[in-house]
């Protein structure tokens, strides 16, 4: 078990509901998978730095987890095949800054 | 030690005295992609990483920032250039 956190931008053709819908997907693919969820963070609706698919705003989420690498890779596959997931990124953070 | 604005003519080729590293200053370990404010100041208004020479970070810091930056240029979180 590795700590990983990964980020999800979710394109905004769909509504915020559905947008949320497909993160809390997200993180049930995560716990199907034996992965341990420890924080998660929902950003909502951010201009996007420059245009992706003819759009300029999307959803953001974070989850921060704990799983086994096959777990992640599940989670990635997964996510490639959504059609509301547009990008995302994974990555371990070695030490955290915690702001308070 | 002299103030640096009254050097002798003699000193002005020779280099100057590093900054210091702003992370390394505060401290800071991890560089995280997700915290724009820590990465803003770093890019200039063309929206490209800053030189080491301007902004004084060290080699290690550096190194981390591109990473960091370029994640959230990834995630769209800043953008690639402006124009």
Same mark, same amino acid.
């Given at each position: 078990?590795?700590?990983?956190?990964? &980020?999800?931008? &979710?394109?905004?053709?769909?509504?915020?509901?559905?947008?949320?819908?497909?993160?809390?997907?997200?993180?049930?693919?995560?716990?199907?998978?034996?992965?341990?969820?420890?924080?998660?963070?929902?950003?909502?609706?951010?201009?996007?730095?420059?245009?992706?698919?003819?759009?300029?705003?999307?959803?953001?989420?974070?989850?921060?987890?704990?799983?086994?690498?096959?777990?992640?890779?599940?989670?990635?596959?997964?996510?490639?095949?959504?059609?509301?997931?547009?990008?995302?990124?994974?990555?371990?953070?070695?030490?955290?800054?915690?702001?308070? | 030690?002299?103030?640096?604005?009254?050097?002798?003519?003699?000193?002005?080729?020779?280099?100057?005295?590093?900054?210091?590293?702003?992370?390394?200053?505060?401290?800071?370990?991890?560089?995280?992609?997700?915290?724009?404010?820590?990465?803003?100041?770093?890019?200039?208004?063309?929206?490209?990483?800053?030189?080491?020479?301007?902004?004084?970070?060290?080699?290690?810091?550096?190194?981390?920032?591109?990473?960091?930056?370029?994640?959230?240029?990834?995630?769209?979180?800043?953008?690639?250039?402006?124009?």
């Amino acid at each position: 078990m590795r700590r990983y956190e990964i &980020m999800v931008l &979710m394109t905004d053709r769909i509504d915020e509901e559905a947008a949320l819908a497909a993160f809390e997907k997200a993180k049930k693919i995560l716990s199907d998978q034996g992965g341990n969820l420890l924080e998660e963070a929902w950003w909502g609706k951010r201009k996007l730095g420059y245009e992706i698919d003819k759009r300029d705003h999307g959803f953001y989420g974070v989850l921060d987890f704990e799983a086994t690498s096959d777990a992640v890779n599940e989670l990635e596959r997964q996510l490639k095949i959504s059609d509301d997931v547009t990008r995302f990124k994974t990555v371990r953070p070695e030490i955290r800054v915690r702001t308070a | 030690m002299p103030p640096r604005s009254a050097a002798k003519p003699k000193d002005r080729n020779r280099p100057r005295k590093p900054k210091p590293c702003p992370f390394c200053t505060q401290g800071i370990e991890y560089i995280d992609y997700k915290d724009l404010s820590t990465l803003k100041p770093f890019l200039n208004e063309r929206a490209k990483i800053k030189a080491r020479r301007t902004s004084g970070v060290c080699a290690k810091d550096q190194k981390m920032l591109a990473a960091a930056v370029k994640n959230a240029r990834e995630m769209a979180l800043i953008p690639y250039t402006t124009r």
